[in-house]
């Protein structure tokens, strides 16, 4: 085994972990998950057999990441994060066939006890806001909040917060790394350091 497994943790034979991660207390790790090198898993996780989880990611305590859920590289989920993968459950209904793909894009950010509706994509470098409740797409490196969840601001690579407006266009400069961002059209890119 070349990641390390807490002895409360179980992994069920046929799920696939990558080098460098950590799963910890009480984690269960459905068969035919697959999860990437240096990932690690809080206490209380969750991962279903159909759920994929890229390199770098860190899934703090008590999430449960469903099948149908992708995170790509480097997401973090904060405490309590909430996936869910079926539009209309019913106790009584069998649904499995119906599960929507919610994904999440490198390096964002889903903070503490946010909801992710299923068939949803959140953006590369976005940020949900703790409490978020997320009900459709989220741009690439916006910043989000509320319930619904609105986007109020947008993101740098480092996770600071860019002096720019919702629309229109502008450049910023992130304050922790000196990357210099362009909004242009509505989507903002990264032009250099």
């Known amino acids: 085994m070349s990641y390390f497994r807490h002895d409360s943790a179980v992994v069920d034979d046929g799920a696939l972990i990558g080098d460098g991660s950590h799963v910890w207390h009480f984690v269960h790790v459905c068969a035919g998950a697959r999860i990437g ?34 995170l790509e590289e480097r997401v973090f989920c904060g405490p309590s994060a909430v996936f ?19 994904r999440v894009r490198s390096g964002a950010t889903l903070g503490a006890n946010c ?20 009900t459709r797409d989220v741009k690439a490196h916006a910043l989000v909040v509320g319930a619904p969840a609105r986007q109020t601001g947008w993101m740098s690579r480092h996770g600071e917060k860019l002096a720019l407006p919702l629309d229109g266009k502008g450049e910023a400069v992130c304050p922790a790394t000196g990357e210099i961002y362009r909004l242009s059209g509505g989507e903002l890119t990264w032009l250099a350091r």
């Open 37 to 70: 090198r240096d990932v690690t898993l809080g206490q209380n996780v969750f991962v279903g057999g159909g759920a994929r989880i890229g390199d770098g990611c860190r899934i703090q305590n008590n999430v449960s990441v469903y099948d149908g859920v992708v």
């Open 84 to 102: 869910t993968n079926v539009v209309n459950p019913r106790a009584g209904v069998d649904r499995k066939q119906e599960y929507k793909e919610t």
């Open 115 to 134: 909801t992710i509706l299923c068939g949803v994509t959140i953006g590369e470098h976005a940020f949900v806001a703790a409490g978020a409740v997320v």
